[in-house]
């Protein structure tokens, strides 16, 4: 591994004004990176790598790096790009252990972060370098979110998300309340009432989208958010249909085909997949078919009825009347994306929410009521990992600059 990446290292470059820096959308420094290894300062590139991103064991794993990083190296316009992504895994796996300090000195303010995503565990590292009395109120049993139960084990062990935890929550004294929805037994208003300086709400996109189809309810009938929350309490059986060909149907069928199911096909309205090319080329590999401009039109017992449709140059699809066709399944998987639950919006005054039911903040965080702050896919819908990370820090450092009594400054200190 450690010769892979050395020689990964030794490839780059170093350009003076560095294109895969600019395809990162984190900013990551990586010319500085890959310098720093090939210098044998192993410990000083991890620091800086998870001084810019704190999930950044994460990222290594889970990034679109083919459309980021890796996309934009001039490398790659000719041949193969330098593959930062095993260059960064290398130097974070390395250097986390390494990460044992305590909790930072306590400026005695109190800051809760609803959700523990990506973007509330970016603000809660954030904010607990500074010294904020940190405590995140999390739905589930465990932290993590979207990480821990909308990606796979095989792309994002389960141990990384543990490790995260010990070392930038547990060590640092963040403190945990697991199982607890805001918005049920305990509100906004609640914490604001005990002293709570700044609120962030991180809370995602749980609820999935449905396609008003007939047969939807049907027992064999799921939804691939919820498939992936728990894969191991489903029996799919060996056929599958997946409706939905972007990075979550993808990762639905291949969860799907390490379960042993036999016969699994995502089909498509469009004339491709959404999904990233990388994921794509995985799950042919693994046996997953594809099968593209099939709209669903009805869920029965024994399969799906899908009609053909016919692409325009504009985008358009068009209908072909008389080509239903019955694609046999014993489950069907439905993985068209997700929106947000409304239930801290339905029970806080003063907080909105636009049509979709997604929060309304500026690009700064503020939502429509003060002191109370919003990034992630609550805000944006359902993005990458990274760019909820890249905004959460903006976000993470509006609040300080607010509970700091310098809220009519951006982060950059310039006015608003």
Request: proline share 4%; charged share 25%.
């Amino acid at each position: 591994m450690a010769l892979h990446v050395l020689d990964e290292a030794n490839r780059c470059l170093e350009c003076k004004n560095p294109s895969c820096r600019k395809g990162c959308p984190i900013n990551t420094p990586i010319p500085e990176v890959i310098r720093l290894l090939k210098e044998n300062q192993l410990d000083e590139a991890g620091r800086i790598l998870f001084e810019n991103n704190p999930l950044t064991t994460v990222c290594s794993l889970i990034c679109n790096h083919e459309k980021q990083c890796e996309g934009h190296c001039v490398l790659g316009k000719k041949g193969s790009p330098v593959h930062f992504s095993a260059i960064e895994h290398y130097i974070s796996d390395a250097y986390a252990p390494k990460m044992v300090n305590g909790p930072a000195r306590s400026n005695g303010h109190k800051v809760a972060i609803v959700g523990s995503g990506p973007a509330g565990l970016t603000i809660a590292i954030i904010l607990a370098r500074y010294g904020y009395q940190v405590t995140i109120f999390e739905g589930k049993d465990k932290i993590g979110g979207i990480l821990r139960h909308g990606i796979p084990e095989f792309r994002l062990p389960k141990s990384v998300l543990d490790d995260l935890q010990y070392r930038h929550i547990e060590l640092k004294g963040i403190k945990i309340r697991p199982n607890i929805r805001i918005g049920d037994a305990i509100g906004v208003d609640d914490l604001l009432r005990d002293g709570y300086k700044a609120i962030f709400i991180g809370t995602g996109v749980w609820r999935p989208n449905v396609l008003h189809i007939k047969g939807e309810t049907f027992g064999h009938v799921h939804y691939a958010i919820n498939y992936l929350s728990n894969p191991s309490v489903y029996k799919l059986g060996e056929r599958v249909v997946i409706i939905g060909a972007g990075n979550a149907a993808i990762d639905v069928a291949r969860t799907a085909k390490r379960a042993g199911s036999r016969q699994v096909t995502c089909f498509s309205l469009q004339k491709k997949v959404a999904a990233s090319d990388y994921e794509f080329g995985y799950a042919k590999l693994e046996g997953v078919d594809f099968q593209y401009n099939f709209k669903p039109v009805e869920i029965l017992d024994d399969g799906v009825m899908f009609r053909r449709v016919i692409e325009q140059e504009d985008g358009t699809l068009t209908e072909v009347e008389g080509s239903d066709t019955l694609v046999s399944a014993d489950s069907v998987i439905i993985a068209i994306s997700q929106g947000p639950r409304n239930v801290i919006v339905s029970t806080t005054t003063g907080l909105s929410a636009n049509d979709q039911g997604l929060l309304v903040a500026d690009e700064f965080g503020n939502t429509s009521r003060r002191g109370i702050f919003a990034s992630g896919d609550v805000v944006n819908g359902a993005r990458t990992v990274v760019e909820a990370v890249a905004h959460s820090k903006i976000v993470a450092e509006t609040m300080h600059r607010y509970i700091q009594g310098l809220s009519d400054s951006d982060p950059n200190g310039e006015p608003v």
